[in-house]
């Protein structure tokens, strides 16, 4: 069964950091693009940043850039979000989604798999 799980969302301080993770099974991530996206409550869900297969291409959201990083650690079969400098802007449910694809990414996509999603919080 494929499944994806996002872990690592909570409550922070503005200025502070949370890592995001999203755990594959069922299937290799190695072989799949990977997106993380975000929605917030009576917003359009965006694209926050994507990484290639072989993870030599990457995206971000402008707002995001220097900001995050998105990685993947294939002998785990996950791929983080490390968030810093958040800000109450970045509050919203965190999504990942993958698509077995070209080594390219998007940050529209479209992706095949997604998971259900852990909620960040920025406030003081």
């Known amino acids: 069964q494929v499944q994806l799980v996002e872990s690592g969302g909570g409550l922070v301080q503005p200025g502070g950091s949370l890592r995001l993770s999203c755990a594959a099974s069922?299937?290799?991530?190695?072989?799949?693009?990977v997106g993380w996206f975000r929605q917030a409550p009576g917003k359009e869900r965006d694209g926050v940043s994507c990484?290639?297969?072989?993870?030599?291409?990457?995206m971000y959201l402008d707002s995001v850039k220097g900001r995050f990083t998105i990685s993947r650690d294939n002998a785990k079969n996950t791929v983080y979000l490390q968030m810093n400098s958040l800000k109450p802007e970045d509050t919203a449910t965190y999504y990942c989604?993958?698509?077995?694809?070209?080594?390219?990414?998007?940050?529209?996509?479209?992706?095949?798999?997604w998971g259900q999603g852990t909620q960040v919080t920025v406030s003081s």
């Open positions: 069922g299937f290799t991530l190695d072989s799949y693009s």
């Open positions: 989604a993958t698509v077995q694809t070209a080594d390219g990414c998007s940050l529209v996509g479209p992706y095949d798999y």
């Open positions: 990484l290639s297969k072989s993870a030599r291409v990457t």
